[in-house]
């Protein structure tokens, strides 16, 4: 474990001197407060357009994050010729893969961090003047928003282990180009499952192949919780749980299959 945790951070320290990722998170947090202003645009519902507007922004910038962050780890050692250095020494293929995966959503954990902190900023400056308004139920709107803000570590987190994996295989850029098919293809996922309906899909084949899909895809849309939020709907701590346990499962079983694929691989 303690080998490990090493490469995790080796993999972190390397992530932090990347241009792009430094570049990504610039753009979050501009986004998130110029989402100030933006929010003037709906009156009546500056409060909302702005939850919504930040929690997109925090969710879209960490997969953007999660993706190149991912996809060049691999990659990037097989093209320098370091990765025989790292395995000449006493550390096994599992522990470079799986120090590596955390290095990376640690470094994606941080950087959400960091655009959480800079939209609750902006939230707690701007809330109080909305507050005993009709239709703005901050009692439980920031226990909603924390939750929201956890959901999207874990969402991330899915995403991590997609472009890890998909990396021990492709190119890094085919593997971004994967996982970004991947990360918006989970977002349509319920739709994927309407259309395998029988009711909707008479033609057996096509729904076997749209349930296939459905299976495969990860279930993204179930970790957005924006459509709740603005219409300030309370959620419950049970489907959260539910959504971490799925997460936590579907990158367990992904990051399985890219152990195999990497120890396959010749390098």
């Known amino acids: 474990m303690k080998t490990v945790l090493r490469v995790a951070r080796a993999t972190f320290q390397e992530a932090v001197r990347r241009r792009i990722l430094n570049i990504i998170l610039i753009f ?88 959480s902190v800079a939209f609750f900023i902006v939230f707690f400056i701007k809330a109080p003047s909305f507050a005993g308004k009709e239709g703005v139920h901050m009692t439980f709107m920031v226990p909603n928003l924390l939750k929201a803000c956890l959901l999207v570590l874990f969402e991330l987190l899915v995403v991590v282990s ?64 924006r459509e709740k939020i603005v219409g300030d709907q309370f959620v419950p701590w049970t489907p959260i749980l539910a959504s971490i346990a799925y997460g936590v499962f579907y990158t367990v079983v992904v990051m399985l299959i890219g152990y195999i694929f990497f120890n396959r691989r010749e390098v």
Request: one cysteine or more.
């Open 162 to 225: 997609i472009a890890v994996t998909a990396s021990t295989i492709m190119s890094w850029v085919v593997t971004a180009v994967f996982s970004f098919a991947v990360y918006f293809g989970g977002q349509f996922s319920s739709f994927v499952h309407q259309l395998s309906d029988p009711s909707i899909n008479p033609n057996i084949f096509a729904r076997l192949l749209l349930g296939s899909i459905y299976t495969l895809l990860p279930h993204f849309d179930q970790f957005d919780l």
């Open 28 to 115: 979050g947090v501009g986004v998130i407060a110029v989402s100030w202003f933006f929010s003037y645009l709906q009156p009546g519902a500056e409060l909302k357009m702005m939850n919504d507007m930040c929690l997109g922004a925090i969710r879209f910038f960490g997969m953007l994050i999660a993706v190149f962050m991912g996809a060049m780890l691999i990659p990037s050692e097989i093209e320098k010729k370091t990765i025989h250095v790292i395995l000449a020494k006493p550390v096994s293929r599992a522990q470079v893969i799986f120090g590596k995966f955390l290095g990376a959503w640690f470094t994606v954990l941080v950087n959400v961090l960091l655009m």
